[in-house]
């Protein structure tokens, strides 16, 4: 059985989830949030929103690589044949996933626990870092994305 058109369509799938969750989140919910709302209001937001979030992230973090790496073996035999633009894939790829894993379980779970117990100051230092950790791994998406797409055409 061919499972390429399924691991494909699910590896796209989960690329479009997370990447285009993080640029709404980043790009247009966040301003409105910011000039919007104050700190405990925009703060609890948050950690409803990425408990929203967060759980379709996870599911992407492990079919892409999941995908990827079966994509890989079953298109291009090994690592050694795989061109150029699925190394970047690859790397830029396990780079957002550990980018990831640190936002989660790092200063999200400090966000939490600063909501919880009304440490405002705290918490906006928290989403600062979120925010700018998220800020990185959008843009890595978008480069994996462009680079996944466009790279087979380079030669
Ligand atoms: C984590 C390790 C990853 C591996 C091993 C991997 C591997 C692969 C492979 C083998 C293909 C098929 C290439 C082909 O048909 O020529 C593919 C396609 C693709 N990958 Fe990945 N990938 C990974 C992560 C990612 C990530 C993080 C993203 C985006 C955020 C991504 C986005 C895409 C896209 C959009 C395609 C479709 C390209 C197309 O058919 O036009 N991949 N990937």
Same mark, same amino acid.
Request: proline share 6%.
């Given at each position: 059985m061919n499972?390429?058109?399924?691991?494909?369509?699910?590896?796209v799938l989960s690329a479009v989830i997370w990447? +285009?969750? #993080?640029?709404f989140a980043h790009q247009c919910l966040r301003p409105v949030a910011a000039s919007l709302l104050e700190p405990p209001a925009r703060l609890g937001q948050w950690v409803g929103v990425f408990g929203r979030f967060f759980p379709w992230v996870w599911a992407s973090v492990i079919v892409l690589p999941v995908s990827g790496y079966t994509l890989l073996f079953s298109l291009? +035999?090994? #690592?050694?044949?795989?061109?150029?633009?699925v190394h970047l894939m690859n790397g830029i790829g396990l780079l957002m996933i550990v980018i990831y894993l640190f936002v989660y379980f790092v200063p999200y779970q400090k966000l939490?626990?600063?909501?919880?117990?009304?440490i405002w100051p705290e918490g906006a230092a928290q989403l600062a870092r979120i925010r700018f950790l998220v800020g990185v791994n959008l843009n890595l998406g978008l480069i994996v994305i462009a680079i996944a797409s466009g790279g087979r055409y380079l030669g």
């Amino acid at each position: 059985m061919n499972l390429t058109p399924l691991l494909l369509s699910l590896h796209v799938l989960s690329a479009v989830i997370w990447v +285009g969750g #993080m640029f709404f989140a980043h790009q247009c919910l966040r301003p409105v949030a910011a000039s919007l709302l104050e700190p405990p209001a925009r703060l609890g937001q948050w950690v409803g929103v990425f408990g929203r979030f967060f759980p379709w992230v996870w599911a992407s973090v492990i079919v892409l690589p999941v995908s990827g790496y079966t994509l890989l073996f079953s298109l291009f +035999g090994s #690592m050694g044949d795989a061109p150029l633009y699925v190394h970047l894939m690859n790397g830029i790829g396990l780079l957002m996933i550990v980018i990831y894993l640190f936002v989660y379980f790092v200063p999200y779970q400090k966000l939490k626990d600063a909501v919880a117990t009304q440490i405002w100051p705290e918490g906006a230092a928290q989403l600062a870092r979120i925010r700018f950790l998220v800020g990185v791994n959008l843009n890595l998406g978008l480069i994996v994305i462009a680079i996944a797409s466009g790279g087979r055409y380079l030669g």
